[in-house]
């Protein structure tokens, strides 16, 4: 029996014959020209339905109750109760950091309300109060920073240059410019 010829027709009419000849034809040139390909694509999505096939069992295996799985009513009503006891300690927290400030704010508040007291007596009496006021000032600043965090102290820096302006045109280098005369070019002639 050859392949590629006549085989007698057992049966079945010429034109459905002829139709059979045509797609084993059809589909022998496709494979021909493209059936290495079409082998590695397959090869490609097998493997791919593999992994999301094990990418799918895995999570259900380490963690049954997430999958939505039969959780356990004394584990979530733990859950809830450990969630709203530090919610609670937080709350606290936050009130004790606000009643602190509040405080803060009533101090500062009472101590300019004295400085401004202070003042208006020494106005009334015809003293000076602007030194009561520089020392009183500097008595909220050092109460203010010691109760909030420590500045660091600063060095005694000397200045890079000693009171060199370039626009003054005083002091720095030797350059100096300095305007021309007033008149121009026809005050000489």
């Known amino acids: 029996m050859e392949l590629g010829g006549e085989a007698p027709a057992l049966g079945r009419p010429p034109l459905e014959q002829e139709a059979v000849q045509a797609l084993q034809q059809s589909v022998g040139s496709l494979l021909a020209s493209y059936g290495w390909y079409l082998l590695f694509a397959c090869v490609a999505v097998c493997l791919l339905a593999q992994k999301l096939a094990e990418k799918m069992r895995a999570p259900r295996r380490s963690r049954p109750h997430a999958a939505g799985g039969p959780l356990e009513p004394d584990v979530v009503v733990r859950r809830q109760e450990a969630l709203a006891a530090a919610r609670f300690r937080m709350q ?4 004790e950091q606000a009643e602190k400030f509040k405080e803060k704010q009533r101090q500062l508040e ?5 400085q401004k007291v202070a003042m208006w007596e020494s106005m009334q009496e015809g003293k000076s109060y602007k030194g ?3 020392r009183n000032q500097q008595e ?15 060095p005694n820096k000397k200045p890079l240059r000693g009171g060199y302006n370039p626009l003054s045109g005083e002091g720095g280098g030797t350059c100096a410019w300095r305007p021309g005369r007033r008149g121009g070019p026809s005050s000489s002639g």
């Open 92 to 95: 606290e927290q936050l009130n």
């Open 110 to 114: 009472e101590e300019k309300r004295r």
């Open 132 to 134: 009561n006021l520089k």
């Open 140 to 154: 909220i600043e050092s109460a203010a920073s010691a109760s909030s965090t420590v500045p660091k102290p600063k």
